[in-house]
């Protein structure tokens, strides 16, 4: 009995150390690193690049791997709560006994829902000069070029970093910076 306790508790020491191992490693990741290292351990890609969300995101998951994640008494309350939250609080849950649970976890992201229908052309006059990009299936045209974000092309106009949305956008409240054209 004791011999396998002793074991027990030098597998739990060698996991949390494995553990404090990959949580220390995720401080030195690049931030396409750490996308890939998401999808790793989520098994889905990740839209976003920003490095602090991936870090937190991912260590939480290393960490629930190896001490466990939610009760099963907490995902039915989760499950049961859920329906009354606002669509934007609802948590991607996959259930512990494999059937699809609210938000399952698939392998497909689909496009940004703010933005317009693929085909469109997106406008915004920038410096007294026009800008079009139209929205793809997969990225957007600028010129051309095919880019993956908003966010590159108006980096681009700019010469400055800007988050892609606000740029052609704005920031909403009825802010309305770029013009929509329906694509063909």
């Known amino acids: 009995m004791g011999t396998q306790r002793v074991a027990a508790e030098k597998v739990g020491r060698a996991a949390a150390t494995n553990m404090r191992r990959e949580l220390v490693a995720l401080d030195a990741m690049t931030v396409g690193e750490l ?31 190896t001490e466990g994640g939610l009760s099963p008494r907490a ?3 989760i499950e049961l709560l ?30 940004d829902p703010r933005l317009p229908a693929v085909g469109t052309t997106i ?3 920038h410096r007294s000069v026009e800008h079009r990009v139209t929205v793809l299936a997969e990225g ?3 010129r051309g070029e ?5 966010s590159k ?28 054209e329906a694509g063909g």
Not at 84 to 100: E, H
Not at 164 to 169: A, E, H, K, S, T
């Open 35 to 65: 996308a890939e290292k998401y999808r790793e351990v989520f098994g889905i890609p990740t839209r976003t690049r920003n490095k602090g969300y991936l870090r937190k995101h991912i260590a939480w998951r290393i960490q629930e791997r």
């Open 75 to 77: 995902l039915e309350r």
């Open 82 to 111: 859920a329906p009354q939250a606002p669509t934007r609080w609802r948590p991607s849950v996959a259930r512990r006994d494999g059937k699809a649970g609210l938000g399952a976890v698939t392998d497909k992201v689909g496009p």
């Open 123 to 125: 406008m915004r006059r």
């Open 140 to 142: 957007f045209e600028y």
């Open 146 to 150: 095919h880019y993956r974000s908003l």
């Open 153 to 180: 092309i108006a980096c681009l106009i700019t010469g400055k970093s800007w988050n892609g949305y606000v740029f052609f956008f704005g920031r909403g409240h009825g802010e309305q910076r770029g013009n929509v």
